[in-house]
């Protein structure tokens, strides 16, 4: 248990923190699973549109700590990757 103001302090940071996180980490997997809904119905330009949002919040995931920058631009360029396949697969 923390002793000091400081600490209390810390540790209610750190709670809401963690919830903040664990809500951005959920609304990102989201987002990944419905571009990953799009390309299993082969809906390309649906895939595209969600693409985008999907990248936006990544990156935004990723700017504020929630992911690991590397992990975010990884799942970016693999989804990525997939829809460019999808597209030029006509």
Same mark, same amino acid.
């Given at each position: 248990?923390?002793?000091?103001?400081? $600490?209390?302090? #810390?540790? #209610?940071?750190?709670?809401?923190? *963690?919830?903040?996180?664990? =809500? @951005?980490?959920? =609304? /990102? @997997?989201?987002?990944?699973? +419905?571009?990953? =809904? $799009?390309?299993?119905?082969?809906? %390309?330009?649906?895939?595209?549109?969600?693409?985008?949002? $999907?990248?936006?919040? !990544?990156?935004?995931?990723?700017t504020r700590g929630?992911?690991?920058? +590397? =992990?975010?631009? @990884?799942?970016?360029?693999?989804?990525?990757?997939? /829809?460019?396949? !999808? *597209?030029? %697969?006509?």
């Amino acid at each position: 248990m923390a002793n000091h103001a400081s $600490a209390e302090k #810390r540790n #209610r940071q750190r709670i809401n923190r *963690t919830t903040r996180n664990k =809500a @951005r980490k959920s =609304a /990102v @997997r989201s987002f990944v699973k +419905k571009v990953r =809904a $799009a390309l299993e119905t082969k809906d %390309a330009k649906g895939a595209a549109e969600l693409l985008k949002t $999907a990248t936006s919040e !990544l990156d935004r995931a990723a700017t504020r700590g929630a992911i690991h920058v +590397k =992990a975010a631009s @990884r799942t970016v360029a693999r989804l990525a990757a997939q /829809v460019h396949q !999808l *597209t030029t %697969a006509k």
